[in-house]
Structure formats: C-alpha cells, structure tokens
C-alpha cells in the first residue's frame, strides 16, 4: 500500500492529543513512539533525517516529556507521526526522499529482504487537517515521495 488515508482526528486521539491545533503550533512536530506506553522514543538511525530537517526548518518541535534513542534495530523502518505545515511539507517530504535515496536505495539495503518503511503524517493547512500513511519497500517509499511532491 503505498499511500492511504487516515483519520486525522482519530490519529491525534491516539497519539497526539497534547497539541491543540487551534493555537499556532510550530511548522514540524515529530511525536515520538511511546515503548510500552510509557517512554518516548525515536529510532537511533533516523536521528540524522531529523537534525537535517530540524538544520533546515529551525521551527521544527520533537513532542516528547522524556525522549530516548532506541539503538534497536528492525527489519522494518517505523517512522514517529509527523505534524507538518503545508508550507514546509514540500521540503519535508524532500529531505526524507533524499535521506531513504542515499541510505537505503543508492547503498542497496544489506539484508536479502529489504526493510519495510511506514510513515504517518498530518498536514496542517488552512481548511483543516488531512493524514496519510506511506508504506513500502525503499523504492516503492522513494517512488510514493516523489509522486507527493509533484
């Protein structure tokens, strides 16, 4: 499936209730994954994707009351939910191609099987929230991205 809609409503519910979208929030809101309902986490190999976009859009907020970089490795690449204004989406959306070209695709993923990325988003626009899910192999993630950003 490489792009589906979401609720975006129920997604906030679930994950993000803490954000009150009638007040001015910043352009990037990365929500960390909680470990077992409690610690917050982000995957230690995705850190440098989001310095690159915390470098780029300074305004960009990790969600988290007390935040962890989990070393654990998986076959799969399971983003945070991310809160993304539609005037930086663009350029999101263009970091995270760039990072998945040159870290999964151009150096050929180690293992047999290629790992499996998933990435939620809410974007942020002035008629309201839309979510979509972005699920696939790094080519087909890679291929979903660039179709996005057209």
Request: aromatic share 8%; with cysteine.
């Amino acid at each position: 499936m490489p792009t589906g809609t979401l609720d975006p409503q129920q997604l906030i519910s679930d994950e993000c209730s803490d954000i009150h979208f009638d007040q001015k929030v910043p352009s990037v809101i990365i929500v960390p994954k909680k470990w077992r309902g409690q610690k917050e986490y982000i995957p230690l190999e995705l850190l440098p994707l989001f310095k690159d976009i915390k470098t780029q859009i300074p305004e960009t907020e990790i969600k988290a009351k007390q935040l962890s970089y989990s070393e654990f490795r998986s076959v799969d690449v399971d983003f945070p939910l991310l809160v993304i204004s539609t005037t930086v989406l663009p350029i999101v959306l263009n970091i995270i191609a760039n990072y998945v070209y040159d870290n999964y695709i151009k150096k050929k993923a180690r293992s047999i099987e290629p790992p499996r990325f998933r990435m939620r988003y809410i974007e942020i626009n002035k008629t309201g929230l839309k979510a979509l899910e972005i699920e696939g192999t790094p080519d087909e993630f890679h291929k979903e991205l660039l179709r996005l950003l057209k």
